[in-house]
């Protein structure tokens, strides 16, 4: 069965430091991945994605994300984490034969602390 | 920017009601879904829609319906309310089969409580 995992229910990082969220995928030929995020009582808003082409995409508000077929996996990084980056991040992927649907991980809840 | 709205940020019903919650968008996307978001499981497919009057069942469609009637208006129906079915509901849209930029666009989402 096609699946997302984010192994991660939460991840806390202080202020200032890198911040990862972990996402694999489990779907077969080459999807297209994406990454969401949801503040408090609000719809999903998207963050980046990766279609074709270099494997590290740039997206909103400083976040990256790298892209590895080998270990299927499309990690969401940051530098340099802000408080207000706090919130719930979902991975999504969108299966080759059927690129009009989304199937989305669990979630992971974000904290930031100052 | 893209927009897309539904009817009411917070519902409350009873048990047995009919409900109904409409997502409206307007990018003249061709497709339209319904989600429901429950902690712990992410967002699960409930329907999807990929024209008018056209409509495709997705993960959990069970005690749910949907109405398509024009392309930028999509009907999400309880014919039935139960409290199972107390949950965050997020419409979202998309342009069809890769003729845009792949991405869907979610409204601010329905939290409704069924009591």
């Known amino acids: 069965a096609q699946s997302v995992a984010q192994p991660e229910d939460q991840v806390n990082v202080a202020e200032g430091n890198p911040l990862t969220v972990k996402c694999t995928y489990s779907?077969?030929?080459?999807?297209?991945l994406f990454w969401y995020v949801q503040y408090p009582n609000r719809g999903l808003q998207f963050l980046l994605k990766?279609?074709?082409?270099?494997?590290l995409v740039k997206g909103s508000y400083g976040f990256e994300a790298e892209f590895n077929k080998s270990q299927t996996s499309f990690h969401l990084k940051k530098p340099s984490a802000l408080v207000s980056d706090s919130a719930l991040y979902f991975c999504?992927?969108?299966?080759?034969?059927?690129?009009?649907?989304?199937?989305f991980g669990t979630g992971t809840r974000l904290q930031v602390f100052p | 920017d893209v927009k897309v709205t539904q009817s009411s940020r917070y519902l409350v019903k009873r048990t047995g009601e009919k409900v109904f919650l409409e997502c409206v968008q307007d990018?003249?996307?061709?497709?339209m879904f319904w989600y429901r978001q429950d902690p712990g499981l992410g967002l699960r497919l409930i329907y999807f829609?990929?024209?008018?009057?056209?409509?495709e069942k997705g993960d959990i469609p069970e005690g749910y319906s949907v109405s398509r009637e024009k392309k930028e208006r999509f009907s999400l129906i309880l014919e039935s309310a139960s409290t199972n079915q107390t949950s965050m509901y997020l419409c979202?849209?998309?342009?069809?089969?890769?003729?845009?930029?792949?991405?869907?666009?979610f409204g601010p989402g329905t939290r409704l409580t069924v009591t």
């Open positions: 979202a849209s998309s342009f069809f089969g890769g003729t845009g930029d792949y991405e869907q666009y």
């Open positions: 779907v077969s030929g080459n999807p297209y």
């Open positions: 990766y279609i074709t082409g270099d494997n």
């Open positions: 999504a992927v969108s299966p080759p034969l059927s690129t009009d649907k989304l199937i």
């Open positions: 990018m003249d996307h061709e497709n």
């Open positions: 829609s990929y024209d008018v009057k056209m409509k």
